[in-house]
Each structure stands twice: as C-alpha cells, then as structure tokens.
C-alpha cells in the first residue's frame, strides 16, 4: 500500500489541489507527492517510511537542518511561557537588535508572519513615502502572492498590468510595471519615461524563483542609481538570500561590488523564523517611522512578533554566526554543484550549475541564464526526468525547474557523495 497516493487522494477531497500551497502538489513534475512524516538534520521521511535527503529546507528556512537541539529548547521554552499574547515583548527587541546589527543598511524593522506580508507592507510603505504610485518588478522574481504583485511580464517595456491570477483586478495591477531580468536598459528607459511616478523598484538580488539567477553587477548599479536619481526606493527582497548566501545576505556581497551600496528597504523572511512564520521588513528611520502607530501607512498582525516564532528565530540567527559557519556551507554547497555538474558530463549531459551560501540552481543548459526567458528554454521533460530519477533514489530536491536549491549545516560529506552518486545513475537513465 502506497501511503503517500493514499494520502493525497483523501487530502484532494478536503484541501484544494490537496496541497495548502501550490507548488507542493508536483504538478509541474508529475506523481505523487511525498506526504513528510518527520525530519531531522539533512534528512525527510515520508508517510512510507522512504528516507529522503532534503535539498529544500522548507523552502529556505532550515539552514541549521532539522531539529536543531539548541533552536528546539528555545521554542519549547518560549511555548510554556505563552503561545502568543498580542502584546509588545522583550524577545521582540532582542530579534531586531539582531536584525539591525546583521544587516547594517535597516535602522528599524518591523515583524510579520510571511514573505508575501513583508513585500506587500514595504510596496505599501514605499508608496506611502514617496507619495507615488508606480512600481518595478521583474520578470520571474516572486515576492509573495499580494495582489499588486501578482503580475506576469509582457515582453517590452510599456507593458503594464497583466495580472498572473484570476481574481486580481487590471485597476490593482495597472502601476505595476514589469522589465526584464538583468536589462539596465530597459529599466533606464521606464525611468526615462515614468521616473517621477515610481514609488519603487523591488527585485530579488539572486531570483531563486527561477531556480538562480544572479542579478548582474551593472544591472544592480543601474537600479541603485536611477532610484537615487528619481527619489524612489529600491526594495532588495532578500526573503530567500538574507543569512543564507551570507550572514548579511545578498546586499553584503553587492556591497563589496559597488562601492556605496545599499537597499532602501529590505524585505526578509524563511531564514530569520527559523521554520517558524516569520518575516520582517526594515530600512531606514525615517522611512519605517512613516508606520503606524507614529506615521500613516497602516500595518499590523494580530500573530506579528509571536513569542515561539521570535524564540526560534532568535535562536537560529545565533546559531548562524558562529565562525566560518557560511565559508563551510558555501564550501558543502560548491561540492555538490560541482560533483552534480561533473556527473552530468561524465553522462554526456551538459549541466551549468551556480551556487552562493547555502542556495544554488543547476540548469540542463549549456549556459547560465540570464533572465526568465532564457530560463524557460530549459527542457522540461528532461528536468522532470532527473527529478524523479533523484526521488526514486531518496534525494528530494525541488519538484519544479524554476525552483532554487538550499543546503543545511546538517548535509554532511556523505550525504553529498551520496546524492552525486544517486545523480550519475539518474543521468545514466536519462543518456539511455
Ligand atoms: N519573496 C521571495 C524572494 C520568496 O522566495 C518568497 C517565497 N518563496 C516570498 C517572497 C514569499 O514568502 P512567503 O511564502 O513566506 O509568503
């Protein structure tokens, strides 16, 4: 008996799609979802009792592996002090202190309980700032499911407004302007045409919502630059990025590149709750004082800043910073890239592969790509393929191609020879 085909035949009876977020339903890539029972460290088991070594961390979040002994004493503590008391507490501080000091460009931050609240209630504040209406986003970055966001791009620049979802107005999305990925001349010529009405730009600094995509070195000038020059914000959502490519995210590394730079606001979340529903967005005081209580942009969260989630994430950023602690899971990550890309030859199978930190992407592509349409020539069938070729072998990486990987402190250097071992049979298959 097949638990997991069990499972998700009664779940599709209660549960749209049986899945309560989309991705999770193996549409993209075909069978059956694996219904996860427990974890711990690298590893996932599923309702079958099948052991699978996890290159998705709940999406980012577990960095630390699963069950971290030190992350789960803090929760347990803070759940017997209260589950939540919708009132200000000590914890709270202490998260963004933490916050502030790891991410040097944020003099305030303000707590929610998901990615998609932190990038709604920054496009909010940066409208509320700036008195604008207009924002940028870029083609396959994903910033959450708010409405305004929910926008697929048309090719060429004047497209405004196509919303990705039914259920979402032309009127709510026709400020939404979206470009192309890594095109500075394009974000260039909306500014030429549009700069005094945009509020901001929001972009996600490496877009692992089209598996990984670094945002180049002159396209994320052009944007720091034509904000700066327009009085609009430019928003870095580092819900995947933050403490994960490094302890002080994807903007620390840009930093190094561009003399001067930073974010006007920061979106963060996964990492930062530990696996708990966490997320913040920050920047400066002047800017985050525009909030309510203080300022006119309203925002709040009967659940925001929860004492448990705030425990576990208080306790996972500490974790983070002990030494060398990024240079190691940098260094795990690289083996595995590395290993999968040579596997992948050995088999005749071109494979580019990148990876920052603890996040990396591998294309069935001869080059990296660029942008979302470059992503989009990938083969899908063939993607596919190797998926389940991975599955059925016990390495669970992310059921779709556009999807980014994610490697913990807990993958040791077995569980990476194992996978690499596991991939030159799937690529065998494959060549066959
Ligand atoms: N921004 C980015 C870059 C993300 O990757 C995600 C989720 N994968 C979100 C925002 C939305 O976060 P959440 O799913 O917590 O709403």
């Not at 460290?41 to 002994?69: C, K, T, V």
């Not at 409208?127 to 940028?136: D, Q």
């Not at 979206?178 to 394009?186: I, K, R």
């Amino acid at each position: 008996m097949d638990r997991n085909q069990e499972l998700f035949a009664r779940a599709q009876q209660s549960i749209p799609g049986g899945v309560n977020s989309p991705v999770r339903a193996f549409k993209a890539v075909g069978g059956t979802p694996a219904f996860i029972e427990k974890a711990q460290g690298a590893y996932l088991w599923d309702a079958n009792g099948q052991r699978y070594i996890d290159y998705i961390g709940s999406w980012g979040p577990m960095i630390l592996g699963h069950g971290h002994p030190e992350v789960l004493a803090a929760v347990e503590r803070a759940a017997r002090e209260g589950l939540s008391f919708g009132a200000p507490t000590e914890r709270e501080i202490e998260l963004a202190e933490e916050i502030l000091k790891l991410v040097p460009s944020m003099e305030m931050v303000r707590l929610v309980n998901s990615g998609t609240e932190a990038s709604m209630s920054a496009i909010r504040l940066a409208r509320g700032a700036t008195g604008r209406k207009k924002i940028v986003k870029f083609e396959g970055c994903y910033h959450g499911h708010a409405d305004a966001l929910l926008v697929k791009a048309g090719s060429g620049l004047a497209t405004f407004g196509h919303a990705t979802s039914a259920g979402v107005p032309e009127e709510v999305v026709q400020d939404t302007l979206v470009l192309e990925y890594n095109n500075p001349a394009q974000l260039e010529e909306a500014f030429a045409r549009h700069g005094s009405e945009i509020a901001c730009v929001i972009m996600e600094p490496i877009a692992g919502n089209m598996n990984f995509v670094r945002a180049s070195i002159p396209f994320m000038r052009a944007a720091r630059q034509l904000c700066s020059q327009s009085g609009a914000l430019l928003i870095i959502d580092e819900v995947m990025t933050g403490f994960r490519v490094a302890l002080g995210g994807a903007q620390s590394l840009y930093a190094q590149a561009i003399a001067g730079f930073a974010p006007d606001l920061t979106v963060l979340g996964k990492v930062i709750g530990g696996g708990m529903p966490l997320a913040a967005f920050g920047g400066p005081r002047h800017v985050m004082e525009q909030l309510a209580p203080q300022g006119p942009v309203y925002q709040a969260g009967t659940l925001s800043g929860n004492p448990v989630a705030t425990a576990c994430g208080l306790a996972t950023l500490r974790l983070i910073q002990a030494p060398e602690f990024h240079a190691r899971l940098a260094e795990r990550t690289r083996q595995l890239v590395e290993g999968l890309r040579q596997a992948a030859a050995d088999a005749g199978i071109t494979l580019s592969v990148d990876s920052e930190g603890g996040l990396f992407g591998f294309f069935l592509l001869p080059e990296l790509p660029q942008n979302y349409a470059e992503v989009m020539r990938s083969d899908s069938a063939r993607f596919n393929q190797l998926f389940h070729g991975l599955l059925r072998r016990g390495v669970y990486l992310a059921p779709a191609l556009y999807e980014a990987g994610f490697v913990s402190a807990a993958h040791t250097e077995q569980d990476i020879a194992a996978t690499i071992a596991a991939a030159r049979d799937a690529f065998a298959d494959m060549a066959a």
